[in-house]
């Protein structure tokens, strides 16, 4: 990315961060993780982290997809200054908390087959007729 396109990006993570938080209320934590934003500056992909204790992550998607026409109307009003066009934007939803999550639990497995399947005698359960 080149600068002028990290700096697009910057911005939009930092007040579509606050428009969020500010202007609407959900029953789940939501941070944005990224946001992408495409050479000619027309696009920008947000990424989302959504934690909900309820666990309707996907209401909460679906709630902030369907404001998505209202929300780059409170940007605009924001960032008309700084940029030429407001850029269409395309919400994600950011699956690497749950990938990372998964994958230390398949690391802990493995851990604990290697540590627990031997006995004291350096031999596996099975060996030593267990």
Same mark, same amino acid.
């Given at each position: 990315?080149?600068?002028? &396109?990290?700096?697009? =990006?910057? #911005?939009?993570?930092? +007040? *579509?961060?606050?428009? /969020? %938080? %500010? +202007?609407?209320?959900?029953?789940?934590? /939501? &941070?944005?993780?990224?946001?992408?934003?495409? @050479?000619? *500056? *027309?696009? =920008?992909?947000?990424? *989302?982290?959504?934690? $909900?204790? =309820? !666990?309707? %992550?996907?209401?909460?998607?679906?709630?902030?997809?369907?404001?998505? @026409?209202?929300?780059?109307?409170? #940007?605009? =009003?924001?960032?008309?200054?700084?940029?030429?066009?407001? @850029?269409?934007?395309?919400?994600? /939803? +950011? +699956?690497?908390?749950?990938?990372?999550?998964?994958?230390?639990? /398949?690391?802990?497995?493995?851990?604990?087959?290697? $540590?627990? !399947?031997?006995? !004291?005698? !350096?031999?596996?359960?099975?060996? $030593?007729?267990?």
């Amino acid at each position: 990315m080149s600068i002028r &396109t990290e700096r697009v =990006a910057a #911005l939009l993570k930092s +007040d *579509l961060g606050e428009i /969020l %938080q %500010q +202007d609407y209320q959900y029953d789940a934590m /939501l &941070t944005i993780t990224n946001v992408r934003v495409s @050479p000619d *500056l *027309l696009q =920008a992909h947000v990424y *989302l982290s959504i934690f $909900s204790t =309820a !666990g309707d %992550q996907s209401e909460v998607f679906d709630f902030i997809r369907e404001k998505t @026409p209202e929300i780059r109307k409170k #940007l605009a =009003a924001r960032i008309r200054h700084q940029v030429r066009r407001i @850029p269409e934007i395309h919400f994600h /939803l +950011d +699956d690497t908390a749950e990938y990372v999550e998964k994958i230390d639990s /398949l690391f802990r497995k493995i851990n604990q087959r290697k $540590s627990g !399947g031997k006995d !004291g005698s !350096g031999q596996s359960g099975e060996e $030593s007729g267990q």
